[in-house]
């Protein structure tokens, strides 16, 4: 009886039981990686290729305003604490290898890697462009990628970079800081050299107007190497690139490479842009920036007067940043004021003091301050190249590099705003590296 | 007057006793009274051994037929202990009376998918509530709400105060770290969503995540007053038949059903209000003090300290000090809630009306949320062999919830801006309307409470379709197939609108709108037979099997407007637009297989099996299985147990069951998203990197427990053990970001809970003018992460302890961290570099008490007080205050910010009286006074303990950054039955 049942139970499910297959999964919400890693399509790399520059602006303001803040350039009041706290090594605070001042830019920065090391795969698999235009491709992508990595370097100093990412379950290991800068300036000859003969069949923005062939592209690679190249006091080779790149003693000091901004879907907002007396979101100068200035300086005209000089975490100051006229305005990437700069230091650190003297003068008066007038020694115009950087190129990332490699990324040389402040020389590696 | 009904009663009966005609019979009859004499309508009469039997009339009259083999009848009835009756041919009629189930041992549980069983031979601890429980004291906001300290075994946290609801409930600790932390709700057999739908706002706020936004979770739609019974399946041994849904628990949810006879009418409304639940307090300056704390050493510093004196001390001079936060927080809202029910039927037809109305003003001025729904269950008897029955509820609710929470530089968040805002500086509007720029911040409170809207509107359509056909039915067995579907339909509507002038928006996106359109669609479907059996000797088989399936969609469209043009709230009316699209669809399908053997209600054993398949797996046709079973000895039932004694029943039960969870949609897939520079679209990678071999994380567990009751059930008592080990869980681990990857989903972390429940139900004294009765609820829950990569020891790959993604603000300030052998609960900060535990948000214990008293029959008194002992947070809002220098100076000499959070609380209390009339319109008057989180007793130095900043996933749980204060409440009721 009981089985009689169960077998009517049994035919009654079947009646239920029908085939019901679920169909393979596909993301309905964008492409996948797989599908240009093979076969991609020229479309595609040129996809890839805008992705490369417009993703180089992420991550790009937290590089500027963090190592800024260490190097005294300028105070970020905003409403995290940790832009007042950390960064300055308030009491006995250091600076934290899992806190968004250094995961943000390392973060973006080796995301353009990832992304520059999807265009070679994706390269390295297609026929669609001709082996000419590879070339260029390649050489487009591996600058950036060098560019990107030098920044990063730039913020991990000793710590060193991770070169060979290309493989995220096989990451390469941290290089040495002299490694890494010869892998970063390995990367940017061997793109140089890829230029030639190459073609560019991809468009670039705005921002690389007469940088956009392979001719011209180039100088913007040896620009960028003279940049690392004097970062790792690297003098000699720092001269010949820079004498490489756009470099043009007589020429407008603004003439460079920059990124550009736009209120279109997907695209960005200038970060370093910040407007006129808002007081919660604000870039303030760094007091002793103000003090030090040279009466009738027209690069003085990157400060405004605050409206409310109102402080934060006991931190004060009177002016704020002006770089930037409006939410969409450029930031460059590198142009000859920089330049003519690289050339001076180069050439004082070589003992060619007159030429660096005369580089110099070039800056000042641009600025409207005249030439020269202190001492012809080695020293003193170190003094002065690095005096002129802090104004030419306040508020661009600059200033920590500068001074740490002169030794002068302390407190001999520094104000400490709040007893128990500090300041740091490098950041530390994120934790999420796992080393 | 009642002769129709018994008539028709008759037929009934006639209809039911049918099939055993053809037997030789003999008839019994009696009456039916409960302990006060009152006849008892609707018992339930089987004659023991066979399905056969029927139910008592209006008067409380049987008669039923018992073949000549049996001489047992066995009467039930809901809420009243169960009797058995022996009988024989020609005996005369019989007059049973039934005594009430004080310790509701006789509450049907659900316990398959088409199942039930009595409590008293269950094998696990599941908790049920009653709906009298959950909204008799007091007025509910949200069901969810409304449970916290009335079950073992929950952890529930507030992830916005604000109207309209924002909780999380987590049952026995963490089961996932992938995002679904939430049990499955099931209201009346629909599998319903409870899903956050976010609005876009942290495009204007700069939140990190859409988790930040705090938006309601969708549970809030239900209306706490048409649910008859909540169930709460808090593990996986209980939940293991509902499969790869059940990891966090299931709450099935039973609406209200009518019943036959009298058409019922009731109207209750309630008025009340919000008020803010603690003010946190502002700094207080003297001159002197504003000078110092705003000022310092250097030069610039100085200037701006006198600066700031001189600005105090004009502010003085013109009694402009103000207190912002009572100007923000100090509303006290208004809430009304209107509720109408209209129930009854026939023989065949049974239905359940309601409407409600709930209109809630919050504690900041312009919050609110309204909230209309409808109900119509309809239950309908076709023949005796097949029963339909239909659950319906539209719901069309509307919120504005400003802004709280986290944000980066929106100026928006209350709390962000009270910490920067300074007393003396003047916000108020000038007489042409102009507000001033905060001086300290990016944002003036005044003008986001004035002139920003942050809203949601939900359409919303719950549609349960049940039909229980009868295909057999003979002496000793049934077989009844049960046809479940179900849909749930929300359309929503989420609105943010931040005005051009606004001061963070000047000059970048110059005006913000959103616009985001929701629409998500759902359903569910089951068959299921089930067969009955008995053997001739009393044991009784249930056997069932069958399919579910579950299909769910949605389409959520957010479009955003910026640079927009003056005083226009008009997505058109902006130079910039952006529209996101997220799509999203799943499928699951699954064979259930349960048998259930009860031995003379001594021993019940049951053993099941599920397999689900699931489009959220890497192989979405591969079956994964689920087994159960468990066994449950009711001591008492044997025949060497001394009845006499003090012990009314003795339980022992254990139970095991596995139960899974796949990962959310979309992990599957490595993808690239779109950015644009110039006006060209380009493909990045986006920092997450999907596994295409995904299978479900699993949680198995064994839970051991006694149930006892003694001195005629005045005291009960319900312990129960539990080890819940969560293997392969899914989870998110930062990935060494040179990768250009950001976090990867993993499968190799496995986690064990254990935990204690412990009951204890008091029923001391039941006289007429007196009755008493208590409930003690105690509960913990540890946690340990027990793998992490490969087991210690063994060879392959491990993985260093980590940070998850997106579940708080770094080491710097404290975080989540997985390590192996730590709880998963604990918040851990870096202490001389050292990632170093120093607190954790699992409570060292809960504890609720729930007292109730009627006193001279009329007068109901109920109060529920709620103790959390020992759960760490993260207090970010004062880190915050700290920063802007407005913590108040009682909390100078706090160092760090994790804090301890134990609370005891006074959650909810009413006092009720039942006005005796005699009318014959109104049948029944009520009138109460209560209040919902009318004290709170705590250390914690921010607005309210329960809280979390990200929202309900994840680990999410006690992180506080700026939230919108909780509120207290207290209302004043009028009900009315017809």
Known sequence: ?435 | MHSLPRRLFGSLIFAIALPCLLHAQYSVSGTVKDTDGEPLIGVSVLVVGTTTGTVTDFDGNFTVNVPDDRNALRLSYTGFVPQTVEVSRGMAPVDITLDEDVANLEQVVVTGLASTIKRSNLANAVSVVSGEELTGVTSQQTVDGALYGKLTGVNIVQTSGAPGGGYAVRLRGVSSLSGNNQPLFIVDGVYISNVELPSGSRNASGANSASEESASNRIADLNPDDIESIEVLKGASAAAIYGTRANAGVVIITTKKGVAGETKVSFNQDLGFNTIIKKVGRRTFTADQVEQEFGGTTPDQIAAGKAARAAFEAAQARGEIFDYEDIIYGEKGFISDSRLRVSGGSDRTNFFVSGSYRDEDGIIKGTGYERFTARLNLTHQINDRLKIQSNTNFVRSSASRSFSGNENEGGLSYGYTLAFTRDYVNLFPDEDGNYPDNPNFSGNPLQTRDQTRNEEDINRVLQGINVNYRLLQQDNQTLNLVLNGGLDFILSKTFVYVPENFQSQRGRQNGFLAEGKNDLFNYNYSAIAVHDYYTDSGINFTTQAGITYINQSADQLLTQSTQLIPLQTNLGQGAAQEIDQTLLNVEEFGYVVQEEVNLYDRVILTGGLRFDKSSLNGDPNKFFTFPRASVAVNLNEFDFWNTSGPIDQFKLRAAYGVTGNSASFGRLFTSLTNNNIGGRGGFTVDGQQGNSTLEPETSSEMEFGTDLGLFDNKVSLTATYYIRDVKDLLYDRSLPTSSGFSNEIRNDLDLRNRGFEFQLGLNPVREDNFYYRTTLNFWFNRSEITRLGVPDGSEGEDIPSFVPPGVAFGLGLGTFYINEGSPITGLWENVDGVPTQTGDTEPDFQFGWNNNFTLFQNLDINFLFHWREGSELLNLTRLLTNLGNTTPREYDDLTGFIEDGSYFRLREAGINYRIPLNSDVIRGLKVGISGRNIFTITDYSSYDPETSVKGGSGLSTNIEVAPFPSSRQFYLHLGFDF
């Open chain 1, 1 to 435: 009886m009981k089985k009689y049942n169960i077998l009517s139970l049994l035919g009654l499910l079947a009646l239920f039981v029908f085939s019901c297959e679920i169909e393979e999964q596909f993301d309905p919400n964008g492409p996948s990686i797989n599908s240009v890693l093979t076969n991609a399509s020229k479309a595609e790399l040129d996809l890839l290729v805008t992705g490369i520059e417009a993703g180089m602006r992420n991550g790009m303001a937290g590089y500027v305003t963090a190592s800024g803040t260490i190097a005294r350039e300028l105070y970020i009041f905003d409403a995290d604490p940790r832009n007042t706290e950390d960064l300055l090594g308030k009491g006995d605070l250091q600076l934290d290898n899992n806190t968004f001042y250094i995961t943000g830019p390392f973060n973006s920065r080796y995301q353009v890697v990832k992304n520059v090391n999807i265009l070679l795969e994706a390269l390295d698999n297609t026929d669609s462009v001709s082996e000419a235009e590879k070339q260029g491709y390649r050489a487009f992508g591996n600058t950036i990628k060098a560019y990107m990595l030098s920044q990063v370097l730039d913020m991990l100093g000793t710590n060193g970079i991770r070169l060979d990412v290309s493989d995220p379950e096989n990451l390469g290991p941290f290089l040495s800081q002299d490694a890494s800068y010869d892998a970063i300036l390995d990367l940017l000859d061997g793109a140089n050299s890829a230029l030639s003969g190459a073609e560019f069949p991809f468009f670039l923005s705005e921002g690389f107007r007469g940088f956009n062939t392979p001719q011209t592209f180039s100088q913007f690679n040896r620009a960028i190497a003279a940049r690392v190249a004097t970062h790792a006091a690297r003098y000699d080779r720092a001269l010949s690139y820079v004498n490489a790149s756009f470099l043009n003693l007589d020429g407008d000091l603004s003439e460079g490479v920059e990124h550009i901004f736009g209120t279109v879907a997907g695209d960005l907002l200038n970060p370093l842009y910040k407007q006129e007396g808002q007081s919660g979101d604000q870039l303030v100068v760094h007091p002793r920036i103000i003090a030090n200035a040279t009466p009738g300086d027209e690069r003085l005209d990157k400060f405004r007067l605050r409206v409310q000089d109102t402080g934060q975490d006991g931190l004060n100051g009177a002016y704020e940043t002006a770089l930037y006229a409006t939410a969409t305005s450029p930031i460059d990437i590198i142009r000859n004021e920089e330049l003519v700069l690289i050339y001076a230091e180069a050439n004082i650190n070589l003992g060619n003091l007159e030429e660096g003297e005369r580089a110099l003068n070039i800056i000042r008066n641009a600025a409207d301050i005249g030439d020269y007038s202190g001492p012809v020694t080695q020293e003193a115009l170190i003094d002065e190249m690095l005096y002129q950087r802090c104004y030419s190129l306040w508020g661009e990332g600059h200033r920590m590099w500068d001074l740490r490699r002169y030794g002068r990324l302390n407190a001999n040389f520094l104000p400490i705003d709040r007893a128990g402040d500090d300041v740091f020389t490098q950041f530390p590696i994120p934790l999420s590296e796992g080393v």
